[in-house]
């Protein structure tokens, strides 16, 4: 089932202390870019990557692509201070381009490079007949909510969730949501917070513990550790 994914690489690695763009660290001698990347060339559903960048690194991302062979990306327009106007830019990209209200576009941090093809099957699957979904996994610790030092309440656990990305959305309903958030001043952690603006039900899709973001060094280590464990 063919989608096209929206990748926002244009954050600056601060939590990661690189001292640069953070996807451009090796993980098991790849940049952390290019790992993520071949996912997305590799999977024949996927029909087209949208690179969000900064618009002084786009050279050397250019680069980085040609060097291994990522011939799926079809824009890399310039990212934004928050990553939703990285993700906005990556959706107006695609929907200039002619992408249709009713395709399937996923968004994915570039920071994320071990999802799985069964999750990215099942989120375009459900999108297809829902609209929206997003990869998540169940909390394994209890949450609490905290202020100032002390706790407000807590959760009941079963019905705590941990989100991820990729997440995935019918074109339309994602630009829609994505414009009443830039009228409305309102900024989110994910894209999911916009579209349940709109009223519209987001379903969630079970996915793996491993899909990690790398933002800090112990992430890193975790990463280096996963791959290690794939090649045995
Ligand atoms: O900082 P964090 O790890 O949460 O960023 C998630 C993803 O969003 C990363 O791939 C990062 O490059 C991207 N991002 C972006 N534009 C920003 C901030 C983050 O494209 N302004």
């Not at 926002?8 to 990661?16: H, I, K, V, W, Y």
């Not at 959305?169 to 952690?189: H, Q």
Request: with cysteine.
């Amino acid at each position: 089932m063919d989608y096209t994914v929206m990748l926002p690489a244009a954050g600056s690695g601060r939590r990661m202390g690189a001292g640069e763009n953070k996807l451009f660290l090796p993980l098991a001698g790849k940049p952390i870019l290019v790992r993520t990347l071949s996912v997305f060339q590799n999977d024949p559903d996927c029909a087209g990557i949208i690179l969000a960048v900064r618009p002084d690194e786009r050279e050397r991302i250019r680069e980085m692509l040609a060097a291994h062979g990522i011939t799926k990306v079809t824009a890399m327009p310039a990212g934004g201070g928050e990553r939703q106007d990285s993700v906005r830019a990556c959706v107006r990209a695609f929907m200039e381009a002619g992408g249709k209200d009713d395709s399937v576009i996923m968004v994915h941090d570039a920071a994320r490079p071990f999802l799985s093809r069964r999750v990215i099957r099942e989120l375009a699957e459900t999108v297809r007949e829902h609209g929206a979904a997003i990869a998540a996994v169940p909390s394994k610790d209890t949450v609490k909510q905290v202020a100032d030092g002390i706790v407000e309440s807590t959760p009941d656990r079963s019905t705590v969730w941990l989100v991820q990305t990729p997440q995935a959305f019918r074109a339309g309903l994602l630009a829609e949501a994505e414009e009443k958030a830039l009228e409305e001043g309102f900024i989110g952690t994910d894209e999911s917070m916009l579209v349940e603006r709109l009223g519209h039900p987001v379903r969630v899709v079970g996915s793996t513990y491993d899909n990690l973001k790398m933002t800090t060094k112990v992430d890193l280590a975790i990463g280096e550790a996963l791959l290690k464990r794939q090649e045995e």
